[in-house]
């Protein structure tokens, strides 16, 4: 049968295991879809750098934007990552009628929407699964197999570097400089892991799972963000005290009223007793929260050359069966049009940590302030005597500005020296 031509935008890590996966397994994959799959050239910013895949030089162009539309490509893989040029050289592919693979979080999140539309217009398929934890199959889930269902939240960690970094200062007791540094040293973290740690990538991600659960554009520009920089070992060290860990998570989660919905990535205690609090090193898990459903967990690899280029191959395997029985995915879901809310209406709970004055009336006046915002004390405890006295508390669930508001207030107080951390408290409600 005639080969479909594939036309590959990028050749470092990721992209050449995707040209290793499609020689190794070439003849499966042509079982699989019908007919063969032939690479016909590769996109690479410079000629001549030795690359880890054999491959015919031949085939290595610079010429991207020819590439993509050449009459003979059926389908570009895009692996190159970032805004530009990749958001054009999608758009003039499925501007051609090719069916793309991308696996760009950044520009999925940032501009999903011209690309959704130039896959409409050109009658393409947009494929996606490798844009959110790596070879975990997460995506297409959401997009198809809940597509009857109500899906009421996502939550999870769709970042390994900095539940890496997270996970070895709870094991070892390491300072936050001491873990980004080892993580960096085996490979896990970028030389400037500025869009890890700060939580960038992570908000890309939770922008793209939340408008497939919810069914509305949500763009990473409305998705609530904190990083990873401000925990201490202070902090990893009383969360494990109190049985909780802390870990980075994106949470995506529908109003109770249903109109709108809240995404937002922070840092977070969690209980130990949950199952996210064993997800360890740099692997990734998600829990999904429908209404007939109930809860659904997905946990694997959620980065790396071999683990995304699977994912990579899954789509290539499904947008190559449409074409060839002339047929295209699911289009993008946005007929619930849901707004994203701010942050401060969002409903959480709060640990809280407070460096106070040692003398009587130091808890009265605590709870007087907590009251006066509507926020309400699950527990208190203190700990320590004179300069080292300090109060901790956990919170019932309130909104996030009155937790805000509460904090602000306690800084106003002449018996409180600091407020020493303010950690949310997710997973155990």
């Known amino acids: ?136 199959p997460l995506l297409r889930p959401l997009r198809e197999s809940l597509a009857g269902d109500h899906v009421k939240r996502v939550l999870g960690i769709v970042n390994g570097t900095t539940n890496y970094i997270l996970d070895k200062m709870d094991s070892t007791g390491a300072s936050f ?35 497939l659960a919810f069914h509305s554009r949500v763009t990473a520009a409305e998705v609530h963000r904190e990083g990873i920089t401000e925990i201490t070992a202070t902090d990893v060290a009383s969360a494990k005290a109190m049985g909780y860990v802390i870990k980075l998570l994106a949470i995506c989660a529908r109003s109770d009223d249903g109109r709108t919905i809240g995404v937002r990535v922070h840092p977070a205690m969690i209980p130990r007793s949950h199952p996210l609090a064993g997800v360890r090193e740099a692997y990734n898990a998600v829990f999904v929260e429908a209404e007939s459903a109930g809860q659904l967990m997905f946990y694997g690899k959620g980065a790396g050359g071999a683990p995304t280029a699977s994912a990579v191959l899954g789509d290539l395997v499904a947008v190559a069966r449409n074409r060839l029985a002339g047929t295209r995915g699911p289009e993008e879901s946005t007929y619930a049009d849901l707004a994203v809310h701010p942050m401060g209406e969002t409903v959480t709970r709060c640990h809280v940590a407070l460096d106070v004055a040692d003398k009587p009336g130091v808890l009265a006046r605590v709870a ?30 309130a909104t996030d500005a009155a937790l805000t508001a509460t904090m602000e207030g306690l800084r106003d107080l002449d018996i409180v020296r600091a407020v020493a951390s303010v950690m949310r408290v997710e997973g155990d409600d």
């Open 177 to 211: 400089t001491d873990a980004l540094e080892e993580a960096q040293t085996l490979g896990y973290a970028e030389a400037d892991p500025t869009a890890d740690v700060e939580g960038f990538d992570a908000a890309a991600k939770a922008a793209i799972l939340a408008g």
């Open 368 to 397: 007087e302030l907590f009251s006066k915002h509507d926020v309400s004390i699950q527990t208190v405890r203190q700990e320590g005597h004179g300069d080292d006295a300090q109060l901790v508390i956990v919170t019932h669930r």
């Open 1 to 136: 049968m005639k080969p479909l031509k594939v036309a590959l935008l990028g050749c470092g890590v990721v992209g050449s295991q995707v040209i290793r996966l499609m020689h190794e397994q070439a003849g499966d994959l042509a079982a699989r879809i019908g007919a063969p799959l032939e690479l016909a050239g590769v996109a690479v910013r410079r000629l001549g750098r030795k690359r880890d895949v054999e491959i015919d030089p031949g085939l290595f162009t610079t010429d991207a934007e020819s590439l993509v539309t050449r009459d003979d490509v059926d389908i570009v893989i895009e692996v190159i990552g970032g805004i530009e040029p990749a958001r054009s050289l999608i758009v003039a592919a499925l501007g051609k009628g090719k069916s793309v693979v991308t696996a760009n979080k950044a520009l999925l999140a940032e501009d999903g929407a011209t690309l959704h539309e130039a896959a409409r217009a050109g009658n393409g398929d947009l494929y996606f699964e490798a844009s959110v934890a790596g070879a975990i």
